[in-house]
């Protein structure tokens, strides 16, 4: 079947087809580098990573977006509370986030875009929309889109703006406007925005761009005026996206984005995990904990994108274990005997099934837990086959190989466990040596002190093999 999404803007089920025959133009939205991206960050960007992977290996030609967001009210309050410009404030937390990304296996978009880069094209976009007549400057100085103007404001959420009460804001803003429903374009300067090094000169005096604007011009300039997809949080639906529809649309003339997609957030014990919350975890105090990032990549991709995931710690267990199957499965692949001459297998039949199950469940809205259920119920029967057989025929065994690779180029398992899994010899002398100290802990009969090398070394991710030729250890992911 083709592939099928679920679009926000029309609530419903639809088949995937791109403006353009064989090309897909993708934008999501990015982190607001003001801070170290937490892990329900990365499950959006995670779910981005498998749109993108899943529609290159159904053969499209993607061009994928990413924006940083690196100007707005965060980021200008974290570099005037140290007293650094923008750009010295946001630039580790990028390059840490970037950093991130290529841990967890996340492709790279084709763009980053930083907001404070499109700036120029920002004043140009907002002057278009005051000489239409869809934006004003109201006395303080700063522009505000009329939402009044615009009939078909509040489609992707499905609301009525007469339903918006007077007074309520569809934007966090502290400016003057005709309208209290309206948004900001373009914002005043401020002292501490001059400070930070977060203002520019414009038609309508020093100031800088209002956040939903940032978007749309960068996807715009990026990849044109209509869009196949845009990815978010589900927090992003509105105002957000609704906003940036809004001034898109009235720009252009035309429609701004086919499907939109949105990630439901990550939760902690039953709670949204938020920097608000105090309830985050970053990526690297759970690599500092020993897990790998494959296991993390499993845990973060294991149910489907619109449905809730609870993290806990237990369930990272069984991701970690989930992977180590899987590197498993793949050695006892590489080490099976081949002969021309051996009985018929079914390897080539399980082959195609899960190929076709793998590929039932990504064309269902990117259904990456069905998906992994495909894989692993591939390793079950494929181990089942193999068991109590000397040989294989070669091709039936290239089949298999060739399966494991296949959906691995999507869900990226096996690619990040052996991209984590090298090591320096910083870390294989220290291994070393806490196996001989475990040995001689064992040989003085100290078992405490042999269980406790153990524990240190498992919080590293390093599991220990005794057999009769000695203690063997591996990586895990």
């Not at 692949?333 to 001459?341: S, Y």
Request: one cysteine or more; charged letters at 25%.
């Amino acid at each position: 079947m083709p592939l099928k999404v679920y679009n926000t803007l029309t609530r419903r089920l639809e088949p995937f087809e791109p403006l353009e025959e064989g090309r897909v133009r993708v934008y999501g939205c990015g982190p607001t580098i003001y801070d170290f991206a937490h892990i329900g960050n990365y499950r959006s960007f995670l779910f981005y990573d498998l749109v993108h992977r899943y529609l290159e290996w159904q053969g499209y030609e993607v061009r994928f977006v990413m924006n940083l967001t690196d100007v707005d009210d965060r980021t200008i309050k974290g570099a005037a509370a140290r007293g650094v410009s923008l750009r010295e404030h946001t630039e580790p937390f990028g390059e840490t986030f970037l950093a991130d990304a290529r841990a967890l296996g996340i492709l790279p978009a084709d763009a980053y875009p930083k907001a404070t880069e499109y700036v120029t094209a920002m004043i140009g976009f907002v002057e278009r929309l005051v000489a239409s007549g869809h934006a004003y400057q109201a006395d303080d100085g700063a522009v505000y889109f009329s939402i009044s103007k615009f009939p078909g404001y509040g489609k992707l959420k499905g609301i009525d703006t007469a339903s918006l009460k007077v007074g309520a804001r569809v934007a966090q803003d502290d400016y003057e406007k005709e309208d209290a429903r309206d948004f900001a374009l373009w914002k005043v300067a401020s002292e501490v925005d001059e400070e930070a090094g977060a203002a520019w000169d414009s038609p309508w005096g020093r100031g800088r761009p209002g956040w939903h604007l940032e978007c749309s011009v960068m996807s715009v300039t990026e990849l044109g005026e209509t869009l196949d997809i845009h990815l978010g949080g589900e927090d992003l639906v509105f105002p957000h996206h609704e906003n940036e529809i809004a001034q898109s649309e009235a720009a252009t003339g035309k429609p701004f984005v086919r499907y939109w997609l949105h990630v439901k957030h990550l939760l902690v014990d039953g709670k949204k995990m938020s920097k608000s919350l105090g309830n985050f975890i970053t990526l690297r105090e759970l690599l500092d904990r020993g897990y790998g990032p494959a296991s993390i990549r499993h845990q973060l991709i294991g149910a489907q994108y619109r449905r809730e995931l609870n993290f806990t710690l237990d369930g990272l267990d069984a991701s970690r274990n989930a992977v180590q199957r899987l590197l498993d499965f793949e050695a006892r692949l590489d080490a099976v005997t081949t002969d021309p001459g051996a009985e018929p297998s079914l390897l080539g039949a399980l082959s195609e099934e899960a190929t076709t199950a793998f590929r039932a469940a990504m064309d269902d809205d990117f259904n990456s837990a069905d998906a992994l259920a495909a894989l692993f119920t591939f390793v079950n029967r494929v181990n089942g086959e193999l068991n109590g057989r000397v040989a294989v025929r070669p091709d039936d065994l290239e089949t298999t190989h060739a399966t494991l690779r296949a959906i691995d180029r999507v869900l990226g398992l096996l690619e990040v466990a052996h991209a984590s899994s090298s090591v320096d010899e910083e870390l294989v002398a220290w291994v070393e040596e806490r196996i001989e100290a475990r040995a001689a802990a064992r040989g003085s009969r100290d078992f405490q002190a042999a269980d406790r090398i153990r524990d240190e070394l498992a919080a590293k991710g390093i599991v220990l093999e005794d057999g009769a030729e000695g203690t063997r250890w591996k990586v895990v992911g």
